[in-house]
Nanobody
Framework: QVVESGGGLVQAGGSLRLSCVASGSIFKYSMGWYHKAPGKERELIATAYTGGTTSYEDFVKGRFTISRDDAKNTLYLQMTNLRPENTGVYYC????????????WGQGTQVTVSP
């Protein structure tokens, strides 16, 4: 129901653009990107609301940009000035469904940032 792509290996300071295609039943909600660092819990880092606004965790603000294409049911995350601590698996989902405990997760896309 969600398929993430676009990850890879990049040096610190580099950029990547992640994509997520979701089914319509999910994409009708506000959508978010989640980051799971090695050994840590998955956390929401950016949200694109259905009304067009966005929000970010402080540690990605100014470096990451989330956007959505409602015509394509696709969510994007443009990541710039990447840091080694951004390494991990990135997932997309609807925070509303995650909060309700009914979200189905995709396989995510691996991002590795070398020093």
């Amino acid at each position: 129901q969600v398929v993430e792509s676009g990850g890879g290996l990049v040096q610190a300071g580099g950029s990547l653009r992640l994509s997520c295609v979701a089914s319509g039943s999910i994409f009708k909600y506000s959508m978010g990107w989640y980051h799971k660092a090695p050994g840590k819990e998955r956390e929401l880092i950016a949200t694109a609301y259905t009304g067009g606004t966005t929000s970010y965790e402080d540690f990605v603000k100014g470096r990451f940009t989330i956007s959505r294409d409602d015509a394509k049911n696709t969510l994007y995350l443009q990541m710039t000035n990447l840091r080694p601590e951004n390494t991990g698996v990135y997932y997309c989902n609807a925070p509303t469904l995650v909060y309700r405990g009914v979200a189905s997760w995709g396989q995510g896309t691996q991002v590795t940032v070398s020093p």
